[in-house]
């Protein structure tokens, strides 16, 4: 059983950074691609980065392009969002989701953690 468990989240100014972490267990990952998504109150998911676990190729959304970095650390099993020069419309809850390469949607699914930055 695949378990993301994501952390870093928090309350802070805009212009501040953040890194959010993924741990991930249960799973064979060099065969995943991962990927981080946020959820504002009253909006829908969105997508906002992903990273191949065999390759490290990313992807990043428009909105967070040159400000946000996805990483990871194949031997620990976990992945990374480094944010910076956070805006108030950064606000939401994160979350981390895995799922194979190739597959074309996410399988697994992390709790999600909250990301406030005030203006």
């Known amino acids: 059983q695949v378990l993301l468990v994501e952390s870093g989240g928090g309350l802070v100014q805009a212009g501040d950074s953040l890194r959010l972490s993924c741990a991930a267990s249960?799973?064979?990952?060099?065969?995943?691609?991962m990927g981080w998504f946020r959820q504002a109150p009253g909006k829908e998911r969105e997508f906002v980065s992903r990273i191949s676990w065999s390759d490290g190729g990313t992807v990043y959304a428009g909105s967070v392009k040159g400000r946000f970095t996805v990483s990871r650390d194949n031997a620990k099993n976990a992945m990374y969002l480094q944010m910076n020069s956070l805006k108030p419309e950064d606000t939401a809850v994160y979350y981390c989701?895995?799922?194979?390469?190739?597959?074309?949607?996410?399988?697994?699914w992390g709790q999600g953690t909250q990301v406030t930055v005030s203006s």
């Open positions: 249960g799973g064979t990952f060099s065969r995943y691609t």
């Open positions: 989701a895995a799922g194979l390469a190739g597959a074309g949607s996410y399988r697994y």
